[in-house]
């Protein structure tokens, strides 16, 4: 890459060029050094979307420390207790997280707004900068550390590795996408997750970093900043991909003209329904791919490339969109019985994912190490079923299975049922509590903008698509449904509303 290409943007301005980040980062890191922090030690980057993001995050490794990346939508007492377990020595933080409540982190050396008169001293260059060589560190020495969502009890620090990110990096280029320079990489999504470690294969080919002004996801300024810096890639949920296209829609908007705005939107993180991606594609054309993958495996499972989404000549092409596609280059896939027996094609088990991209386990927690990681196979708790091509088929997490009368149900296939009903703009089904058959289907409906929904019509939709001891007992139809701050429905939240 040239030293003089832009590589961070905030919207259409450049912040630093390729030769200026690397200089920001490493005298960042000889700022960390020369105040004490060892190779392997934490800094905490508790922030929203924010263009010194990249440089914390990449002069932390110049460094040879570790980074806790914080999600900016938790309360500063649930981010202190990841800070506190991570036993970080600083803290990179965005004011506006912490001024609704006035609670100051704690327990670290340093708390560093970035948008402060401190920050900007520590970013200052001196006339003649130290050089500062990057710290050698081993492929499996910490690098992220991760904290899952925690919804079941505290989050668990998962312990990503060098190697894994290094692995992640280039399965991008084998499985997702190529990049040239002067791509560009919209952070839209979260950088605290997914999105921000997509910044590795980007920066690997030279590419330019942007946050929008907004600092988060507005479909309208995405499709500008497009048109303005050239066709973007990001990292989106599949309720994000969908927001996208109902304002190319709303917009009519043509598939050139989302073209202008997007080369590559990569979704993962939660169900794309069949229907979804379909209209997604109709809408916008061929610009999408899918992963799978997850914190303890980060993007690295598998992916349903751009190609498999438009062959549509393929015979069983529409079994393929339900899918997620299959084992991305470094990885391999199998599906187990609760004994970790693999399983004949076609039969539901459990994920279990191998290779270079799988974490090096739980921040001490070794019980919780023991039970995810076993034989070297990481034990993902999803369940699905892989075909003969080696397509996998996700059915819920294994959670959210519904046993009904000594039957197993999977609530995204009636979900995908209920989706192809008229007027139908969401849908969750869960298990419902019932003394004779143990668990009920309750399905939750939300009607697209001024329709009224028979569920007479959803049930006999149902009847005539699936098997009738797995349609649902009980339609809740309710305007909206409860998610967590990347699109994911909080079905356990359904579910005790039904308690």
Same mark, same amino acid.
């Given at each position: 890459?040239?030293?003089?290409?832009?590589?961070?943007?905030?919207?259409?301005?450049?912040?630093?060029?390729?030769?200026?980040?690397?200089?920001?980062?490493?005298?960042?890191?000889?700022?960390?050094?020369?105040?004490?922090?060892?190779?392997?030690?934490?800094?905490?980057?508790f922030m929203?979307?924010?263009?010194?993001?990249?440089?914390?995050?990449?002069?932390?490794?110049?460094?040879? %420390?570790?980074?806790?990346?914080?999600?900016?939508?938790?309360?500063?007492r @649930?981010?202190?207790?990841?800070?506190?377990?991570?036993?970080?020595?600083?803290?990179?933080?965005?004011?506006?997280?912490?001024?609704?409540?006035?609670?100051?982190?704690?327990?670290?050396?340093?708390?560093? /707004?970035?948008?402060?008169?401190?920050?900007?001293?520590?970013?200052?260059?001196?006339?003649?900068?130290?050089?500062?060589?990057?710290?050698?560190?081993?492929?499996?020495?910490?690098?992220?550390?991760?904290?899952?969502?925690?919804?079941?009890?505290?989050?668990?620090?998962?312990?990503?590795?060098?190697?894994?990110?290094?692995?992640?990096?280039?399965a991008?280029?084998?499985?997702?996408?190529?990049v040239?320079?002067?791509?560009c990489?919209?952070?839209?999504?979260p950088?605290?997750?997914? &999105?921000g470690?997509? &910044?590795?294969?980007h920066?690997?080919?030279?590419?330019?970093?942007?946050v929008?002004?907004?600092?988060?996801?507005?479909?309208?300024?995405?499709?500008?900043?497009?048109?303005?810096?050239?066709?973007?890639?990001?990292?989106?949920?599949?309720?994000?991909?969908?927001?996208?296209?109902?304002?190319?829609?709303?917009?009519?908007?043509?598939?050139?003209?989302?073209?202008?705005?997007?080369?590559?939107?990569?979704?993962?993180?939660?169900?794309?329904?069949?229907?979804?991606?379909?209209?997604?594609?109709?809408?916008?054309?061929?610009?999408?791919?899918?992963?799978?993958?997850?914190? @303890?495996?980060p993007?690295?499972?598998?992916?349903?490339?751009r190609?498999?989404?438009?062959?549509?000549?393929h015979?069983?092409?529409?079994?393929?969109?339900?899918?997620?596609?299959?084992?991305?280059?470094?990885?391999?896939?199998?599906?187990?019985?609760?004994?970790?027996? /693999?399983?004949? %094609?076609?039969?539901?088990?459990?994920?279990?994912?191998?290779g270079?991209?799988?974490?090096a386990?739980?921040?001490?927690?070794? @019980?919780?190490?023991?039970?995810?990681?076993?034989?070297?196979?990481?034990?993902?708790?999803d369940?699905?079923?892989?075909?003969?091509?080696?397509?996998?088929?996700?059915?819920?997490?294994?959670?959210?299975?519904?046993?009904?009368?000594?039957?197993?149900?999977?609530?995204?296939?009636? @979900?995908?049922?209920?989706?192809?009903?008229?007027?139908?703009?969401?849908?969750?089904?869960?298990?419902?509590?019932?003394?004779?058959?143990?668990?009920?289907?309750?399905?939750?409906?939300?009607?697209?903008?001024?329709?009224?929904?028979?569920?007479?019509?959803?049930?006999?939709?149902?009847?005539?698509?699936?098997?009738?001891?797995?349609?649902?007992?009980?339609?809740?139809?309710?305007?909206?449904?409860p998610?967590?701050?990347?699109?994911?429905?909080?079905?356990?939240?359904?579910?005790?509303?039904?308690?």
């Amino acid at each position: 890459m040239a030293a003089h290409n832009p590589a961070i943007l905030n919207g259409t301005q450049v912040v630093a060029t390729h030769g200026q980040w690397a200089q920001r980062c490493q005298h960042l890191a000889a700022k960390f050094q020369v105040a004490g922090l060892q190779p392997g030690d934490r800094v905490a980057l508790f922030m929203r979307n924010h263009v010194r993001y990249l440089e914390v995050l990449f002069g932390a490794w110049w460094a040879g %420390l570790a980074v806790v990346p914080i999600n900016a939508k938790l309360h500063v007492r @649930e981010a202190q207790w990841i800070i506190d377990n991570a036993q970080a020595r600083w803290a990179f933080v965005t004011s506006d997280i912490t001024s609704d409540t006035g609670e100051n982190l704690t327990g670290v050396e340093r708390v560093i /707004d970035v948008d402060s008169a401190e920050a900007d001293a520590l970013w200052q260059l001196p006339a003649s900068p130290l050089a500062t060589p990057i710290t050698e560190r081993r492929a499996d020495d910490l690098a992220w550390l991760f904290y899952t969502s925690g919804t079941t009890g505290r989050p668990k620090g998962v312990m990503i590795t060098h190697r894994n990110l290094m692995t992640m990096g280039l399965a991008y280029f084998t499985d997702v996408d190529a990049v040239a320079p002067l791509d560009c990489i919209a952070y839209a999504a979260p950088m605290s997750h997914g &999105a921000g470690i997509y &910044a590795i294969p980007h920066l690997m080919a030279g590419a330019r970093h942007m946050v929008p002004p907004s600092g988060g996801f507005e479909p309208a300024e995405l499709f500008a900043l497009g048109q303005q810096l050239g066709p973007l890639s990001l990292f989106a949920a599949p309720t994000i991909v969908k927001r996208l296209v109902d304002h190319a829609e709303a917009d009519g908007l043509s598939v050139q003209a989302c073209g202008r705005s997007f080369k590559t939107v990569v979704y993962g993180g939660a169900p794309m329904y069949a229907a979804d991606i379909q209209r997604a594609l109709r809408v916008m054309g061929p610009r999408f791919v899918q992963i799978y993958g997850q914190g @303890e495996s980060p993007m690295v499972g598998t992916a349903l490339s751009r190609q498999h989404l438009q062959d549509t000549a393929h015979p069983r092409h529409l079994a393929r969109l339900a899918t997620v596609g299959v084992a991305q280059t470094p990885v391999r896939i199998r599906v187990t019985d609760a004994q970790g027996q /693999d399983l004949p %094609l076609g039969d539901v088990g459990e994920v279990l994912i191998q290779g270079d991209s799988v974490m090096a386990g739980y921040w001490r927690n070794p @019980e919780a190490t023991a039970s995810a990681i076993q034989n070297g196979w990481l034990f993902t708790g999803d369940m699905g079923c892989l075909d003969a091509d080696g397509f996998l088929t996700l059915k819920d997490r294994s959670k959210d299975l519904i046993i009904s009368g000594g039957s197993n149900i999977y609530p995204r296939e009636i @979900e995908e049922v209920l989706l192809h009903a008229p007027g139908v703009a969401e849908v969750a089904v869960v298990g419902a509590p019932d003394a004779e058959w143990g668990e009920v289907v309750v399905a939750f409906v939300v009607p697209q903008a001024g329709h009224t929904l028979d569920t007479a019509a959803l049930d006999a939709l149902c009847l005539q698509e699936i098997a009738r001891f797995k349609r649902p007992k009980r339609y809740e139809v309710v305007s909206s449904l409860p998610k967590n701050n990347y699109g994911k429905v909080l079905k356990t939240e359904l579910r005790q509303r039904l308690v």
